[in-house]
């Protein structure tokens, strides 16, 4: 076992570090390693894996939402891999998201890269590993 020390002549800094300035291109390149990641105030976040339960819930609800908004062609739906890049820097990506098609026209086709703003619609499912969800709101 080791142990810490810390001396305690020094004083402490009231400095705050500078937080890493994110770029779209260092956020889109993070590792595919199976979590989410979400960039919230300068800090990024790793949103972990869902459990089985959560999955589930998230699949049926992308599926009757997609009977819905294909058939009437009211835009685009999303899952949680997709990351929307926010006004004030923030990238959110909510479990399922959808986007009218309002706000798509002018594009050829979705963009490879983030959506700008929020989506039309964000879904959170809680579960167990989102504890803290129930303690904040979570801003897009």
């Given amino acids: 076992m080791s142990v810490l020390t810390q ?3 020094e004083k402490p800094s009231l ?3 500078e937080k890493k300035v994110w770029t779209d291109a260092e956020f889109m390149a993070l590792p595919r390693d199976g979590h989410r990641y979400e960039l919230v105030n300068g ?3 790793d949103m972990g894996n869902s459990g089985a339960k959560h999955g589930y819930v998230a699949i049926i609800l ?3 939402l997609c009977k819905c908004v294909s058939s009437q062609k009211l835009g685009a739906l999303m899952d949680s891999s997709t990351a929307f890049k926010m006004k004030n820097g923030n990238k959110r990506s909510p479990d399922v998201s959808f986007v ?3 706000r798509l026209q002018g594009l050829d086709d979705l963009p490879d890269g983030f959506l700008d ?3 039309d619609l964000a879904v ?3 579960s167990p590993n989102t504890w803290w969800c129930r303690k904040l709101v979570k801003p897009l």
């Fill in 43 to 45: 800090e990024l976040i």
């Fill in 117 to 119: 703003g929020a989506p």
């Fill in 124 to 126: 959170e499912i809680l």
């Fill in 62 to 64: 992308s599926a009757a």
């Fill in 100 to 102: 009218a098609k309002e």
């Fill in 15 to 17: 400095e705050q570090p």
């Fill in 7 to 9: 001396s305690f002549t």
